[in-house]
């Protein structure tokens, strides 16, 4: 298994253009399930999770085909309604093609998730709403096996916006009889994506990005041309990397529309910030000021960046505190940082952070695809040489992040 090796200290500096969405590339792909005639998708990031989706489509018996190029074709006929334990255990977020395999075929096996490493992540959400809507989901052998006669339009209140159960209803709506509403719904940008996709292959959706959702069902959905947007979780990695190296790195593609709060953040932490038309610049000098951050559901500052902008606090003059209110542990990787001089303390879902003037290098070991790129930052910024070993976490959404880091003028390389 691969590792990477980081020789700290270098400040980053130039351009970086961020990859397409990961977490709206894979929804795009379960949502094709949907259509009729094959879908093309471009600016698709060529990281391990979307290669695993692509096999659970591949499995159903859909035809993919994923170019040198970043496009994306899928012939959505499926032969089986069904993702396998295998793949559902290598990706999680596999579990979305269940609301789109009910529309289309009235009928889903799906394996359970199982275990995660940054909290319990539970289902119920997802399961309590499609069966609002008609469908009937049994567990058989550690898989949902789910039919419906029809799913019908219906009031589907969220306990949470969660942004897999906001899809997956979505999704399991558009073609279900009737008009469903989603209150407290999710409204990441990448549930808007969803959605724009959805209404150019022929949904009726309304109020995407809102917290209520509008669904009119339809007969039937078409094949699209569709561009995915850019990973605004990538783009604001590179902006904290830039910052804690005390480096200047202009992001291309990043949309400061998807990154309010973190560029908020950054300012408030003493980072001089440009926003132009999809490109945001990052730079400071000095050490950060200590702020305290709320981890919330979007537009509060998410969820996928908490560990990157903890490592950066934990340099910050002062101290802050880094609330987490959306998964229950996921501050595994503290213990790991901890490794390198840092000084953060857990207490319940905060992160009380002491900042401390230096990093040192060290062995550490990703804990998951966030905490892994967090680590990797606490190497940049480190004094020495820290390897970074369990890549394949960041593997799973971050494309050509060695290379995108190198040419920044980052000292890294792998060994395997
Ligand atoms: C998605 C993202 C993930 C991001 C997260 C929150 C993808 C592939 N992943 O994950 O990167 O960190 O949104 O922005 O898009 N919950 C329940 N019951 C449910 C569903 C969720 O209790 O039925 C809880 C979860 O345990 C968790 C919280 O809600 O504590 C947020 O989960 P959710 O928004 O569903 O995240 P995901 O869609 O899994």
């Given at each position: 298994?691969?590792?990477?090796v980081?020789?700290?200290?270098?400040?980053?500096?130039?351009?970086?253009k961020?990859?397409?969405a990961?977490?709206?590339?894979?929804?795009?792909?379960?949502?094709?399930l949907?259509?009729?005639?094959?879908?093309?998708?471009?600016?698709?990031?060529?990281?391990?999770?979307?290669?695993?989706?692509?096999?659970?489509?591949?499995?159903?018996?859909?035809?993919?085909?994923?170019?040198g190029?970043?496009?994306?074709?899928?012939?959505?006929?499926v032969?089986?309604?069904?993702?396998?334990?295998?793949?559902?255990?290598?990706?999680r977020a596999?579990i979305?093609v269940?609301?789109?395999?009910?529309?289309?075929?009235?009928?889903?096996?799906?394996?359970?998730p199982?275990?995660?490493?940054?909290?319990?992540?539970?289902?119920?959400?997802?399961?309590?709403?499609?069966?609002?809507m008609?469908?009937?989901?049994?567990?058989?052998?550690?898989?949902?096996?789910a039919?419906?006669?029809?799913?019908?339009g219906?009031?589907?209140?969220?306990?949470?916006?969660?942004?897999?159960?906001?899809?997956?209803?979505?999704?399991?709506?558009?073609?279900?009889?009737g008009e469903?509403?989603?209150?407290?719904?999710?409204r990441?940008?990448?549930?808007?994506?969803?959605?724009?996709?959805?209404?150019?292959?022929?949904?009726?959706?309304?109020?995407a990005?809102g917290t209520?959702?509008?669904?009119?069902?339809?007969?039937r959905?078409?094949?699209?041309?569709?561009?995915?947007?850019?990973d605004?979780?990538?783009?604001?990695?590179?902006?904290?990397?830039?910052?804690?190296t005390?480096?200047?790195?202009?992001?291309?593609?990043?949309r400061?529309e998807?990154?309010?709060?973190?560029?908020?953040?950054l300012?408030?932490?003493?980072a001089?910030?440009s926003?132009?038309?999809n490109e945001?610049?990052?730079?400071?000098?000095?050490?950060?000021?200590?702020?305290?951050v709320?981890?919330?559901?979007?537009?509060?500052?998410p969820?996928?960046?908490?560990?990157?902008?903890?490592?950066?606090?934990?340099?910050?003059?002062?101290?802050?505190?880094v609330?987490?209110?959306v998964?229950?542990n996921?501050?595994?990787?503290v213990?790991?940082l901890?490794?390198?001089?840092?000084?953060?303390?857990?207490?319940?879902?905060?992160?009380?952070?002491?900042?401390?003037?230096k990093l040192?290098?060290?062995p550490?070991?990703?804990?998951?695809l966030?905490?892994?790129?967090?680590?990797v930052?606490?190497?940049?910024?480190?004094?020495?040489?820290?390897?970074?070993?369990?890549i394949?976490?960041?593997?799973?959404?971050?494309?050509?992040?060695?290379?995108?880091?190198?040419?920044?003028?980052?000292?890294?390389?792998?060994?395997?």
């Amino acid at each position: 298994m691969g590792k990477f090796v980081i020789e700290g200290g270098q400040p980053l500096k130039g351009k970086v253009k961020a990859s397409g969405a990961k977490n709206a590339v894979l929804k795009l792909m379960a949502a094709s399930l949907l259509s009729d005639t094959p879908c093309f998708i471009s600016n698709v990031p060529k990281i391990r999770d979307v290669f695993t989706m692509v096999e659970v489509l591949r499995w159903m018996g859909a035809e993919v085909d994923f170019d040198g190029d970043h496009r994306m074709f899928i012939n959505p006929k499926v032969s089986k309604a069904e993702a396998p334990y295998d793949l559902v255990s290598q990706m999680r977020a596999s579990i979305i093609v269940l609301g789109p395999l009910l529309a289309k075929y009235g009928k889903a096996k799906v394996a359970m998730p199982g275990g995660c490493n940054i909290g319990s992540r539970k289902i119920d959400l997802h399961l309590k709403g499609l069966e609002s809507m008609g469908a009937e989901i049994e567990v058989k052998g550690g898989f949902f096996e789910a039919k419906t006669k029809g799913l019908r339009g219906t009031l589907v209140p969220l306990d949470f916006p969660s942004v897999g159960a906001t899809e997956n209803i979505l999704m399991a709506a558009v073609l279900a009889d009737g008009e469903t509403v989603i209150e407290n719904a999710a409204r990441e940008p990448e549930i808007v994506d969803l959605a724009n996709f959805l209404n150019k292959m022929g949904a009726q959706i309304k109020g995407a990005g809102g917290t209520s959702i509008k669904i009119k069902g339809v007969r039937r959905l078409k094949g699209v041309n569709y561009q995915v947007i850019p990973d605004r979780i990538e783009a604001g990695t590179f902006l904290i990397a830039a910052a804690i190296t005390n480096g200047e790195v202009t992001v291309e593609g990043a949309r400061s529309e998807h990154l309010e709060l973190v560029i908020s953040k950054l300012r408030e932490a003493g980072a001089k910030i440009s926003e132009k038309d999809n490109e945001v610049t990052v730079s400071l000098s000095k050490r950060p000021q200590a702020i305290d951050v709320a981890v919330l559901p979007f537009p509060g500052f998410p969820t996928d960046l908490q560990p990157q902008i903890t490592v950066f606090l934990s340099l910050a003059e002062g101290i802050s505190i880094v609330t987490e209110n959306v998964f229950e542990n996921r501050f595994l990787y503290v213990d790991e940082l901890n490794r390198m001089g840092t000084d953060v303390r857990i207490e319940g879902h905060h992160a009380i952070i002491r900042g401390v003037s230096k990093l040192y290098g060290a062995p550490v070991k990703a804990t998951d695809l966030r905490g892994g790129a967090a680590l990797v930052l606490a190497g940049l910024a480190a004094e020495g040489e820290t390897i970074v070993s369990d890549i394949y976490h960041i593997e799973r959404g971050y494309e050509n992040f060695k290379e995108k880091l190198e040419k920044l003028g980052a000292r890294i390389s792998i060994i395997e």
